[in-house]
């Protein structure tokens, strides 16, 4: 049965990656057996052609069989049990995922068979796909699409387009029009088509569009107990190509949406009463292993703890605002020193701050602790502020200023204490 998900979180959380890791369970491969064996040569790491292995074989198989196709492509090369490798890289060995070059915990098993967990081999090896495997021998099962605006049911479901046909004998082409399928249609003919495969259409930023208006009388079709074979099928007949159209139960809709953006409040209840929402949530914890992956203590970044300051800005974000504003993970992942941390912290999260309090920028400067108790501004100030007076300024304001007015804006020069003081 098709599922319908959506992941929603505040900016940052990794959502947009998420649908990226998701995809690889909707891609079909045809690894060669001089591939599986050329991946071994080149690396000597016993789990690698084992994972090109399951994953020619739909992700599923016993470790026998593993080791009988081993020794057909590699040879007595290969001298170490399969059952071991699997083993020794199952995630049943630890509940923590372990990031050591030589240590990947990838694999598990269901009634006897072996797959590999692609979320943790990409957390582990994110270029795994591209290195090992030739983008020729994947068969993608799915399609994505940003909502927007502008997203209309045509480009979604089907509509009219033109088509310019040149005849031999004219000097200009003739204008006719076609029905052409939207993206969605596209999806759902395929998976029509290879009933025994999962497909999916992954919807990213679901919130912005307009949801009556793109799904039409497709709203109805998603639900789960509505698709074609299931017991309440329901089909319609499709406004311009007049063709009778249903949801095939082999497609799941997956799409993420910003908790932060204002325009969730107008999302569409239809669309809640039909998805199942997944929080994805600010990670300290994930933060720590994706920066230690990259050789950075993020307790100690020049002097700086990343993990404390991470967890008071979303704290005081939360005190002021609610959770759904919070800060994500995602925006610390690439830093490696001071200068990457300033960097974000001027470029990416003030600016961010600036949006969320946008009526009261005095707030900008209580998450970033630059307030002393009596509410004046501290002498080592990140978010600084001018009084613009308006008797200085000018000798005449007649009624057009009434009041003076505060200017915030970034200091030049940050010094590290100043980014310490945020959270100490």
């Not at 009988?68 to 083993?87: C, H, M, W």
């Not at 994505?144 to 046909?165: A, K, M, N």
């Not at 005449?396 to 945020?422: P, Q, R």
């Amino acid at each position: 049965m098709g599922k319908n998900t959506i992941y929603y979180g505040p900016p940052g959380t990794g959502k947009t990656y998420l649908l990226q890791e998701l995809m690889v369970n909707y891609i079909g491969f045809n690894i060669s057996d001089e591939d599986i064996e050329k991946s071994y040569l080149s690396t000597s790491k016993e789990w690698v052609p084992i994972v090109l292995i399951l994953l020619n074989n739909n992700n599923s198989l016993r470790s026998e069989d593993i080791q009988t196709k081993i020794g057909e492509v590699i040879g007595p090369t290969y001298n170490i049990s399969v059952s071991t490798i699997l083993s020794d890289h199952s995630v049943e060995l630890s509940s923590n995922l372990t990031l050591e070059s030589s240590d990947p915990r990838i694999f598990n098993q269901h009634e006897g068979k072996w797959f590999v967990i692609l979320e943790n081999l990409l957390l582990y090896k994110s270029n795994f796909l591209s290195e090992y495997i030739d983008k020729d021998s994947m068969n993608e099962r799915y399609s994505f699409v940003t909502f927007h605006q502008s997203f209309v049911y045509e480009d979604f479901v089907e509509g009219i387009r033109p088509l310019i046909t040149n005849e031999t004998n004219q000097m200009e082409g003739e204008i006719g029009y076609s029905i052409e399928p939207g993206v969605f249609k596209k999806i759902c003919e395929e998976a029509v088509n290879n009933s025994q495969m999962n497909y999916a259409i992954f919807i990213d930023e679901i919130n912005r569009g307009n949801i009556s208006e793109i799904f039409g009388e497709l709203i109805t079709l998603i639900e789960t107990d509505k698709r074609l074979g299931e017991a309440n099928q329901l089909e319609v007949t499709l406004p311009y190509s007049k063709k009778k159209f249903g949801v095939p139960k082999n497609l799941d809709i997956i799409g993420t949406m910003n908790s932060a953006d204002r325009s969730i409040a107008t999302i569409d209840i239809a669309l809640r009463r039909r998805f199942n929402f997944i929080s994805s949530k600010p990670d300290p914890e994930k933060l720590k292993l994706l920066l230690e992956k990259n050789n950075v203590d993020p307790r100690d970044i020049e002097g700086i703890d990343l993990i404390k300051l991470f967890e008071i800005l979303n704290k005081r974000i939360e005190s002021l605002l609610d959770s759904n504003f919070a800060i994500g993970h995602a925006y610390f992942t690439n830093v490696k020193n001071y200068s990457d941390l300033l960097n974000v912290l001027v470029k990416k999260i003030i600016p961010l701050l600036e949006e969320y309090f946008f009526e009261d920028l005095k707030k900008v400067q209580m998450i970033l602790n630059d307030l002393d108790s009596n509410g004046d501004l501290k002498s080592n100030a990140i978010y600084k502020s001018d009084l613009l007076e308006t008797d200085r300024l000018f000798e005449y304001v007649g009624d057009y200023i009434n009041e003076d007015k505060t200017s915030y804006f970034t200091s030049d020069n940050i010094e590290k204490h100043a980014v310490i003081k945020i959270y100490e």
